[in-house]
């Protein structure tokens, strides 16, 4: 079959689809992601298929803080809630239009991203064609915890219900004018879009170990465990980070993806005297931020392999993005999430409840003595070691993207033709 898989994020919104993308391929299917023009080289050294859309700006998640606006260490978070809502209704036509086109480019099978499940849900049911979720967030409304998107505490099942149909409803409404774009060009009835979207199966890129499965939720959504990013099998450190890793004790990482806070040198001063304060050594990720950190004990790296790097840490301080929690959860390390918005502070919280972690620093407090506190609990307590070990067990022992291929497989065989289908 040919499978189109619809994205759009940062670099932890495209890479799990590499791995699940090259399963797929794996199985036989031609498979094309779609996503910004940028991945292109990363989707493309994977074996799969690349169709570019106009969606750099919308990716854009993390930029400098313009108003200057940040806690302690003067570091922004990026554009806020309602500036990405803004945004996304802004592109959405031109969204809708591109997702469009891709996935009339021959594809009979169409997956897609929390990021573009609106659009493509109109689209699937005006080219009739099966559409499937494949999620990396829990989004839907449950009673077992409040929306991801909204850093609170459980409000109880009634509560927690009642945000999450509100968070929603905000979504929803980012996208309206893409999606009623798409309706009026494909004759798509608002009824038909609704029934469409009351049964389309989804599928979750998590690990349930990590989310289990919420109860209340209908059938048709599954959490099918993690899609891990396809690797570079030749891929080997260059000479300086492997001399680094052999000439002391194991060293804490520090990386925050696709955030770029708005002082990055202050941010590096305050991460220096950290390691100073915890003694430990550690290996600094530039990313978006622009950081680099100018020390005897510190080393400053661009990309590398987080499935790679992340074994020989002794902990791992990150933004807590879906990717790199699920990273360091595979490595069995000690975590210190320090998040910054959306899901972030979500799957923070989640590294705590499993006892891989101290506790979060959400990123306006972060200063160099809460973080060094927290690196001497995660790198020295045995504790959050053993644990971080057993949950990268229970990890290795699930297949994600196996079960969503046999999903998509036992639908081939069903015999189905055009139209929604189901996929479980």
């Known amino acids: 079959m040919h499978i189109l898989i619809a994205t759009a994020g940062s670099h932890g919104d495209v890479a799990p689809y590499t791995g699940l993308g090259s399963r797929l391929h794996r199985a036989g299917h031609k498979v094309v992601i779609a996503t910004h023009a940028r991945s292109a080289e990363l989707v493309r050294r994977s074996g799969l298929g690349f169709r570019p859309l106009p969606l750099d700006r919308y990716a854009t998640s993390g930029t400098d803080d313009k108003k200057g606006n940040g806690g302690k260490g003067g570091q922004g978070a990026g554009l806020s809630k309602v500036e990405q809502m803004r945004l996304a209704r802004e592109l959405a036509p031109e969204m809708a239009d591109a997702v469009t086109e891709a996935c009339a480019s021959g594809a009979e099978v169409l997956m897609f991203s929390s990021s573009l499940a609106p659009l493509g849900l109109v689209a699937a049911e005006g080219l009739q064609l099966p559409g499937i979720g494949v999620f990396l967030q829990p989004l839907a409304p449950t009673g077992e915890f409040p929306p991801v998107i909204f850093d609170m505490p459980s409000l109880g099942p009634f509560g927690n219900r009642a945000l999450g149909r509100c968070a929603q409803s905000l979504l929803a409404r980012a996208f309206a004018p893409g999606v009623r774009h798409l309706q009026r060009q494909l004759g798509v009835t608002e009824r038909a879009l609704e029934r469409r979207g009351a049964t389309w199966p989804i599928h979750?890129?998590?690990?349930?170990?990590?989310?289990?499965?919420?109860?209340?939720?209908?059938?048709?959504?599954?959490?099918?465990?993690?899609?891990?990013?396809?690797?570079?099998?030749?891929?080997?450190?260059?000479?300086?980070?492997?001399?680094?890793?052999?000439?002391?004790?194991?060293?804490?990482?520090?990386?925050?993806?696709?955030?770029?806070?708005?002082?990055?040198?202050?941010?590096?001063?305050?991460?220096?005297?950290?390691?100073?304060?915890?003694?430990?050594?550690?290996?600094?990720?530039?990313?978006?931020?622009?950081?680099?950190?100018?020390?005897?004990?510190?080393?400053?790296?661009?990309?590398?392999?987080?499935?790679?790097?992340?074994?020989?840490?002794?902990?791992?301080?990150?933004?807590?993005?879906?990717?790199?929690?699920?990273?360091?959860?595979?490595?069995?390390?000690?975590?210190?999430?320090?998040?910054?918005?959306?899901?972030?502070?979500?799957?923070?919280?989640?590294?705590?409840?499993?006892?891989?972690s101290p506790g979060r620093i959400p990123f306006g407090r972060l200063s160099a003595e809460n973080l060094a506190a927290a690196l001497r609990k995660a790198v020295h307590d045995p504790r959050y070691r053993r644990r971080a070990r057993q949950v990268s067990a229970l990890i290795g022992t699930e297949d994600g993207a196996g079960r969503v291929l046999a999903a998509v497989e036992q639908w081939a065989g069903g015999g189905k033709g055009k139209g929604q289908g189901t996929v479980r």
């Open 204 to 356: 979750h890129g998590f690990s349930p170990a990590v989310v289990p499965r919420p109860a209340d939720w209908r059938r048709g959504m599954e959490v099918a465990g993690y899609w891990w990013p396809s690797e570079v099998p030749d891929w080997t450190p260059e000479a300086r980070l492997a001399d680094f890793l052999q000439a002391g004790p194991p060293p804490v990482f520090v990386g925050f993806g696709s955030m770029a806070p708005s002082d990055p040198e202050r941010l590096g001063r305050l991460l220096a005297r950290a390691f100073r304060l915890a003694g430990v050594r550690g290996v600094v990720q530039t990313s978006w931020a622009g950081l680099s950190v100018e020390e005897d004990d510190v080393l400053t790296v661009g990309e590398v392999p987080h499935a790679q790097l992340f074994p020989h840490m002794a902990a791992v301080v990150h933004h807590a993005g879906a990717g790199t929690t699920a990273a360091g959860l595979r490595a069995g390390v000690p975590a210190v999430p320090v998040p910054m918005m959306l899901d972030q502070p979500f799957w923070a919280s989640r590294l705590t409840s499993l006892g891989v």
